[in-house]
């Protein structure tokens, strides 16, 4: 069986020089953050919780396929977020990266670090994405979104697509504190920006409908296919891709990570031109 107890699914706030994003502050003094609320943390979480899956269930009516809906539901009805103390998740969670400000457990369960309203609101919404992604699982593979987690003939533990899973959760995290415009939300904190940066330009690649398919639906096949198709047909188009965005978000050595800024930006050149040449093509046929 395929080990899911530590496969968990986060919303991080961004640290990385580079990028020159200031760091969310998420250890302020208990009193600070009090202050700022009128409901509590535990009512600020919910609402933002639910609210985003009753958006997406609308939303993705007839792509998330009916027995992901009970799923949903039901981890819904089942497991409430969890808010912690920074002190108590670092506890509990001894693993898991300082900057970490939530995660979502394979079984349902999401747990969060207290903050301000802002920054709950946002996690809650990402954790929420999380929850409503697709979600299948059998002896050798789970999966969640565009995010895939496999064991080799060695028995050892493959990730594949983590990175622009996490991308493509904190895109629709942020269309949907869009929708209910909170702006201050949404600049509470700074999530994965490679890897969302890399998700919304794929998604303009080979188009909203077949990312939320993908997504929610489960179609990732498709999704993958499409990458290969306007990659004039490279076999190794998606898995290259993928892997850039990895090194992108979680790779510390510069020079790995300037060589992925790289490939990328042919990548999207390649499947643009390749998109044009379709236009162009379309248009002398008509």
């Known amino acids: 069986m395929l080990d899911t107890s530590l496969f968990r699914e986060t919303a991080s706030s961004e640290t990385r020089e580079q990028n020159g994003i200031a760091c ?20 600020v979480a919910q609402k933002a919780y639910d609210e985003t899956i009753k958006e997406i269930n609308i939303e993705c009516e007839g792509i998330i396929p009916k027995e992901q ?15 912690m103390t920074s002190e108590e998740y670092s506890e509990r969670f001894p693993e ?5 400000l939530g995660h979502y457990e394979a079984n349902g369960q999401v747990y969060m670090k207290d903050g301000s309203p802002e920054t709950l609101s946002h996690v809650a919404t990402h954790e929420a994405m ?6 299948e699982s059998n002896q050798n593979t789970y999966r969640s979104g565009l995010r895939e987690a496999t064991y080799n003939e060695n ?4 990730e594949h697509n983590r990175a622009i899973n996490e991308g493509a959760t904190e895109l629709y995290a942020l269309r949907e504190m869009q929708r209910r415009n909170e702006g201050s939300s949404i600049e509470a904190i700074s999530a994965y920006p490679e890897a969302q940066r890399a998700a919304s330009e794929l998604r303009d690649m080979v188009g909203e409908e077949r990312m939320r398919e993908a ?11 499409e990458v290969i198709r306007l ?19 979680y790779e510390g050595d510069e020079q790995k990570i300037r060589n992925a800024q790289i490939e990328l930006t042919l990548q999207n050149a390649i499947m643009y031109s390749f998109k044009e040449s379709e ?8």
């Open 155 to 158: 028995g050892m533990r493959e």
């Open 24 to 43: 969310v502050e998420i250890n302020r003094p208990q009193r600070e953050v009090d202050d700022k609320k009128e409901i509590s943390s535990v009512e």
């Open 69 to 83: 809906k009970t799923r949903i539901n039901l981890e819904r009805e089942v497991h409430k977020p969890i808010i």
């Open 231 to 249: 990659n004039y047909g490279d076999e190794t188009a998606w898995d290259r891709f993928s892997k850039n965005v990895d090194i992108l978000e």
């Open 130 to 135: 999380h929850l409503t992604s697709f979600k």
């Open 96 to 100: 898991a990266d300082p900057n970490v």
């Open 215 to 225: 997504y929610f639906g489960g179609n990732l096949e498709q999704l993958k296919a």
């Open 279 to 286: 236009a162009w093509t379309r248009s002398d046929n008509l």
